[in-house]
Structures are given as structure tokens and as C-alpha cells.
């Protein structure tokens, strides 16, 4: 892949977007096979996990890519796709800008919009600003598409279901692949519990989200590609600054991981997490 000229340590702080210092490099993230005999018992321990060789995306890593998306997919309404502009360096802000949620009124600049894309214009969008990339060295906008597919509501006891006509009247292919997921073995190891949603996810390279928590479990199935995730156990909360509750942001930090404000920030210098790729 060809790169601008740059020093080793920028090429790589600009892979990671943090600094490797924060990485506790004695408290790696455990990697288990789905067939182990612990991996119950460290489920209920809730901690990280990489579950290996579980099988749980069923044929979805064969299959999947933008060409089998686009063609399997092409007659979804609308994807929601939050776009970010140059200077926000790939970055993925949440805000949640409902009347409710700001009663102190904090004021808040957003860097990103909310769009709806059919897929087509996803992939064709994502590649354009990819190609001026490479063309001029310089970074230009970003495309995070993100839609769920499946859901069912929180007091539900049943299989999420599929949202609006996805897998019904549009998405066919698609639906079926999801299908076949290793849904039965997931819900075994969630204590019986019923997955509440089920996400599709299309990032670009080099685009982030800051660092936040999920108020569920998450479990994440990578079909193409790579991601990066860094995690700090719940103890350093404090630490991380996060946004004061009720803030359009709260849930996340306020801590630029790149370029971190150690005066307004000082304890975010004695952080350790634990990184998996």
C-alpha cells in the first residue's frame, strides 16, 4: 500500500490512533477456542474474550464483501451512514441530539452527520473519497455505514426479528447467510439469553470511534478486514473523563487518544488497557 513519507512512529501512531504506551503489555486479552471446555465459565466472568474457531458467522466470511453486498443488497431502502468530514481525521462521534437528552442545554458542535444511503451509493461514495486519498496523500471524508438488521424489544423473550421488510421483501440473500449463523450455540452461551440485535457494520481504513461503552454485551464477528479495539476495565471510568451524564455525548471520553491534554486531563497518563486486533 502505497503511504506518504513519513517517520515509522507517525506511520504507526496513525494505525493505531492512541499510543502504544497505554497498551498493558502483560494483560492480553485471552484467546480461547469455542470448543474449550473453560470458555462457560470465563463467559460468566465477563471479561474480554477472543473466541477462535466458533464458527458463528456460518459461510458470511466466504461470502461477504462490498461486490456480495451491493449485489445482495441493492434493494434495502436506506442504511443509516454517518459521514465525517476532512478535519475530523476519520473520527466517529455519538451524539445524541434528542430534545430530552440535552436538558442542561451544553452546547455541542457535532462533526458528523447522519445521512441514509442505499448500499450502491455507500460503496460508490466510500470508493470515490478512498481513490482521492490515494491520489492526493491527503485525508478527505469518511463513510461509517451502520444499520441493524435484526431486533426485538428489550422486554421480548424471542429471536430478534427482522427490521422493517429486511430478509421479507428486500435483502433475501442476505437474511439467509444470517440465518445460518451459529445462533443456537450463541444463545447456549449467553445463559439462555436471546441476542437483542444484530448489526452490520462497513467502515473505512483509518476511520475510529473514540473511546465509549456499550450499556449491553457486545460480541463481535469480523467478516472482512481488521479492526483494532482498546480496552480499560471499568475501575479507570474516572479516568477516561467521560461527558457528564445527560450530555449529548455522555458514554464517551473527552480524551482525544491522539494528542491527549494531560493538564485537563492528568490522570489519563497512568491508564493501562488491554488491545486486541
Same mark, same amino acid.
Given at each position: 500500500?502505497a503511504?506518504? &513519507?513519513?517517520? *515509522?512512529?507517525?506511520?504507526? @501512531?496513525?494505525?493505531?490512533?492512541?499510543? /502504544? %504506551?497505554?497498551? $498493558?503489555?502483560?494483560?492480553?486479552?485471552?484467546?480461547?477456542?469455542?470448543?474449550?471446555?473453560?470458555?462457560?465459565?470465563?463467559?460468566?466472568?465477563?471479561?474480554?474474550?477472543i473466541?477462535?474457531?466458533?464458527?458463528l458467522?456460518?459461510?458470511?466470511?466466504?461470502?461477504?464483501?462490498?461486490?456480495?453486498?451491493e449485489?445482495?443488497?441493492s434493494?434495502?431502502?436506506?442504511?443509516?451512514?454517518? &459521514?465525517?468530514? *476532512?478535519?475530523?481525521?476519520? @473520527?466517529?462521534?455519538?451524539?445524541?441530539? /434528542? %430534545?430530552?437528552? $440535552?436538558?442542561?442545554?451544553?452546547p455541542?458542535?457535532?462533526?458528523?452527520?447522519?445521512?441514509?444511503m442505499?448500499?450502491?451509493?455507500?460503496r460508490?461514495?466510500?470508493?470515490k473519497?478512498?481513490?482521492?486519498k490515494?491520489?492526493?496523500?491527503?485525508?478527505?471524508?469518511?463513510?461509517?455505514?451502520?444499520?441493524?438488521?435484526?431486533?426485538?424489544?428489550?422486554?421480548?423473550?424471542?429471536?430478534?426479528k427482522?427490521?422493517?421488510s429486511?430478509?421479507v421483501r428486500?435483502?433475501?440473500?442476505?437474511?439467509?447467510?444470517?440465518?445460518?449463523?451459529?445462533?443456537?450455540?450463541?444463545?447456549?452461551k449467553?445463559?439462555?439469553?436471546?441476542?437483542?440485535?444484530?448489526?452490520?457494520?462497513c467502515?473505512?481504513?483509518?476511520?475510529?470511534?473514540?473511546?465509549?461503552?456499550?450499556?449491553?454485551?457486545?460480541?463481535?464477528?469480523?467478516?472482512?478486514?481488521?479492526?483494532?479495539?482498546?480496552?480499560?476495565?471499568?475501575?479507570?471510568?474516572?479516568?477516561?473523563?467521560?461527558?457528564?451524564?445527560?450530555?449529548?455525548?455522555?458514554?464517551?471520553?473527552r480524551?482525544?487518544?491522539?494528542?491527549?491534554?494531560?493538564k485537563?486531563?492528568?490522570?489519563?497518563?497512568?491508564?493501562?488497557?488491554q488491545?486486541?486486533?
Amino acid at each position: 500500500v502505497a503511504m506518504p &513519507k513519513e517517520s *515509522a512512529e507517525a506511520a504507526e @501512531r496513525g494505525a493505531r490512533r492512541y499510543d /502504544s %504506551e497505554l497498551l $498493558n503489555k502483560d494483560a492480553e486479552v485471552p484467546r480461547i477456542d469455542a470448543q474449550d471446555a473453560e470458555l462457560d465459565t470465563l463467559l460468566r466472568c465477563q471479561v474480554p474474550l477472543i473466541i477462535a474457531n466458533s464458527n458463528l458467522l456460518g459461510d458470511a466470511p466466504q461470502l461477504w464483501n462490498f461486490e456480495y453486498l451491493e449485489k445482495h443488497m441493492s434493494d434495502v431502502d436506506n442504511f443509516f451512514v454517518l &459521514k465525517a468530514p *476532512a478535519s475530523s481525521k476519520g @473520527r466517529f462521534g455519538y451524539y445524541d441530539m /434528542s %430534545e430530552k437528552k $440535552n436538558p442542561c442545554n451544553y452546547p455541542v458542535t457535532k462533526s458528523n452527520e447522519r445521512l441514509e444511503m442505499r448500499f450502491p451509493e455507500f460503496r460508490q461514495t466510500a470508493q470515490k473519497l478512498r481513490q482521492e486519498k490515494r491520489t492526493s496523500g491527503k485525508a478527505g471524508g469518511s463513510l461509517y455505514l451502520q444499520s441493524a438488521l435484526l431486533h426485538r424489544a428489550e422486554e421480548e423473550d424471542c429471536p430478534p426479528k427482522p427490521v422493517g421488510s429486511f430478509g421479507v421483501r428486500c435483502a433475501v440473500q442476505v437474511a439467509t447467510d444470517i440465518r445460518k449463523f451459529q445462533w443456537k450455540w450463541l444463545r447456549q452461551k449467553m445463559a439462555g439469553r436471546h441476542v437483542q440485535t444484530c448489526q452490520l457494520f462497513c467502515g473505512q481504513e483509518g476511520d475510529f470511534s473514540p473511546c465509549h461503552y456499550d450499556p449491553q454485551d457486545n460480541i463481535f464477528g469480523q467478516v472482512r478486514g481488521h479492526k483494532r479495539v482498546l480496552l480499560f476495565h471499568p475501575k479507570h471510568f474516572g479516568s477516561l473523563y467521560p461527558w457528564p451524564v445527560n450530555h449529548p455525548q455522555d458514554r464517551q471520553s473527552r480524551v482525544d487518544f491522539e494528542y491527549p491534554d494531560l493538564k485537563s486531563f492528568p490522570e489519563f497518563q497512568n491508564l493501562r488497557g488491554q488491545g486486541l486486533e
